[in-house]
Nanobody, 120 residues
């Protein structure tokens, strides 16, 4: 599976962006997908995740009520709608796909990331 992110860029405080993650390859076996971010000097953190059916999304507390994760399996694409952006949302955002080929086995695939910069 290959993951390609798009939609990052420079936005002012309070603005919005929509990130996309296009998956190709053996996408039918993906169990979960998610968005992570990594700010300079910080560890990569989970922003939002969603199951294979597009349900049960979960969010980091810092983005609840502002970000929405969705998944369009027909298009093999996942989205992250980001509203009311804050300077602390500035980071490289990575798309993640999780495979669980067996009990207790987890395989992660990552995209190369897309930079989001929120300016004040």
């Amino acid at each position: 599976v290959q993951l390609v992110e798009s939609g990052g860029g420079l936005v002012q405080v309070g603005g919005s962006l929509r990130l996309s993650c296009a998956a190709s390859g053996t996408t039918f076996s993906i169990n979960e997908m998610g968005w992570y971010r990594q700010a300079p000097g910080e560890q990569r953190e989970l922003v939002a995740a969603i199951t294979s059916g597009g349900g049960s999304p979960n969010y980091a507390d810092s983005v609840k009520g502002r970000f929405t994760i969705t998944r369009d399996n027909a298009k093999n694409t996942m989205y992250l709608q980001m509203n009311s952006l804050k300077p602390e949302d500035t980071a490289v955002y990575y798309c993640n796909a999780v495979f669980r080929p067996g009990e207790g086995i987890r395989v992660d695939v990552w995209g190369k990331g897309t930079l989001v910069t929120v300016s004040s």
